[in-house]
């Protein structure tokens, strides 16, 4: 059975920071691509972030450029979500996700229960 679990969520003023880890088991971590998730309130869930199983290659949400950033451990089957300069909109519930594949367009199907940040003004 494939888990699933988010860390390192809290309460951070503007401007500070905050690195969210992610650990899964069940799997073979380094076979599958990993990314983040957020869900704001009244709001669809939205792609954060996505590397692929060997960390050569990220993606990123436009409005998270040059802010966060994606990395990951395969040794200790960890992925990480370094979040920098955040914002008041940076506010949402985090969600860790392991692809089906290698590739970040493999599809995610294998979901935590999310970890809360916000980012008061």
């Known amino acids: 059975q494939v888990q699933v679990m988010e860390s390192g969520g809290g309460l951070v003023q503007a401007g500070g920071s905050l690195r969210l880890s992610c650990t899964a088991s069940?799997?073979?971590?380094?076979?599958?691509?990993m990314g983040w998730f957020r869900q704001a309130p009244g709001k669809e869930r939205e792609g954060v972030s996505c590397?692929?199983?060997?960390?050569?290659?990220?993606y990123y949400l436009d409005s998270v450029k040059g802010r966060f950033t994606i990395s990951r451990n395969n040794a200790k089957n960890t992925l990480y979500l370094q979040m920098n300069s955040l914002k008041p909109e940076d506010t949402a519930i985090y969600y860790c996700?392991?692809?089906?594949?290698?590739?970040?367009?493999?599809?995610?199907?294998?979901w935590g229960q999310g970890t809360q940040v916000t980012v008061s003004s």
């Open positions: 590397i692929n199983r060997s960390g050569d290659t990220t």
């Open positions: 996700t392991a692809a089906y594949g290698h590739s970040c367009d493999s599809g995610f199907g294998y």
């Open positions: 069940g799997l073979t971590f380094d076979d599958h691509a």
